[in-house]
């Protein structure tokens, strides 16, 4: 008769779970020392168990911003001349993933998206991690923090993150299974101005003495913030602006709960837009188009840059309405909106039909709704198309729009 051998409950659960490790959270650590010499940061990926992970998958794009890589188990980097891939798949225990990418990102022009300079340093998290494709063993939850090793003399860094030390980051994106570091980031000697609005801590920071307004950014969005909460209701942990002066691109541009702000733009221009607005507008309704119908988010984003600071008073009825012809003239050309990336012509476009849509839901509703409505709903969307954006507002509007019957939209 063959043995039998009875195991302790606690001991079955314990072997039924499966590895020691798949219940557990595992350290992910990026650690990147910025080396402006050699126009680089040199990053290192560290698992505490790399065990836990099966493989990531870089997206590593053109071939040239990323070298120098060094790895704790298999390495394997694609030799397409277009598209690079890399693919980890790291040892067990502690594993790490090290390797240099280019930081300054020149234009054409002369100008930078990103630039390192011997004081200073803006660039975008995205540069330092690139996008990858996880695959991970069941049960493993991975915690990510970020740790800048700034040059010598260099005495702060700031990022949209929870700070959770000097110069330490926490990085918890619940949209994505691989929690990455993403937004514009800033480190060097810099000048920065904090305050609190609302729910969210808001901080704009420069390198010194790149004429960047600190106060002024702080005093509109104080004045606009009770107008953006009431259309879009999100509270951000933390809003980051960042910016310089020339040769960085003469633009704005919005990140992950971060903007990028070039000094020397008014924060009203003499049109009566506003840069800064238009790029919290952005950032905060989150509105995600789908190719060829960026129509709806750019022409969104420029309508309430305009209607917010009307809304909080920063905008009388004659400038308003000089405003109206200027939008008039400059989208009288435009036949078509979607297909095509918006231009600014097509943008004018697009925002007096916006005000003629809203003029239209508040008739047909008796002003107890209008385009807020509309952009609020989309908000909650994944994508929008032109098709959703339509069915979308007749919803609100309670029957058919004789304003988005126009062949602009066909």
Known sequence: MPLRYTLPLGLLLLLAAGPLWAAQRVALDYHVQLLPKSDQAEVRITLAE???VRSLDFDLGAPGSYSDFKADGQWQLSTDPAHSRGLWRPAPGSASLSYRVRLSQPRKNGAFDTRITPDWALFRGE???PPANLDQQDGVELVSRLEFELPKGWKSVETAWPRIGKNRFRIDDVSRLFDRPTGWMLAGNLGSRRTTLGETEVTVSAPKGQGMHRMDVLTLLTFVWPQVQAVFPRNPPKLLIVGAGSPMWKGS??????IYLYSGLPLVSESGSSPLLREVVQLFSGINDEPGHDWIGEGLSEYYAIELLRRAGGM???RYQTLQHKLNAAGKNVTRLRGQ???A????????????LDRE???QTHSKRSLDDVSQALMRMDKVNTASFIQLSESVLGGAS??????LLR
């Open 345 to 356: 012509a097509m943008v004018a476009r697009a925002v007096t039909l916006l005000q003629a």
């Open 50 to 52: 790399g065990a836990a």
């Open 361 to 363: 839901i508040r008739l």
């Open 402 to 407: 004789e304003v988005l019957d126009s062949p």
């Open 316 to 318: 009388s009825d004659e």
């Open 253 to 258: 541009a919005a990140g992950r709960n971060s």
């Open 341 to 343: 990336q918006a231009n």
């Open 127 to 129: 540069q330092l991690i």
